[in-house]
Nanobody
Framework: QVQLAEFGGDSVQPGGSLRLSCVFS????????MAWYRQAPGNQRELVAR???????HYADSVKGRFTISRDNAKNTVYLQMNSLKPEDTDDYYC???????WGQGTQVTVSS
């Protein structure tokens, strides 16, 4: 059984940075691709970034050059480093194992002056 738990959401000013963490509980973390999604109330959940088990990454156009996804297989953790944050980055952020039913509970990011 896989469980995902996100950490690191906070309120920051525009231009600030945050690092989100997602801890994977279960076995064989290293073989799974991992992804971060975000969702605002009333909106569809959208892919932010994805990393496969070979560290190949993919980003939404809206975050390219500002966000970095990475993973530490020794810690069963995937990270999302978010720099140059904008008010439009305000959302609940979710960790996911692609093509699975496994989702975390979400962590809230608010970017506001």
């Amino acid at each position: 059984q896989v469980q995902l738990a996100e950490f690191g959401g906070d309120s920051v000013q525009p231009g600030g940075s945050l690092r989100l963490s997602c801890v994977f509980s279960g076995s064989m973390f290293r073989i799974y691709p991992m992804a971060w999604y975000r969702q605002a109330p009333g909106n569809q959940r959208e892919l932010v970034a994805r990393i496969n088990n070979g560290d190949v990454t993919h980003y939404a156009d809206s975050v390219k050059g500002r966000f970095t996804i990475s993973r530490d297989n020794a810690k069963n953790t995937v990270y999302l480093q978010m720099n140059s944050l904008k008010p439009e980055d305000t959302d609940d952020y979710y960790c996911n194992v692609p093509n699975s039913v496994y989702w975390g509970q979400g962590t809230q990011v608010t970017v506001s002056s």
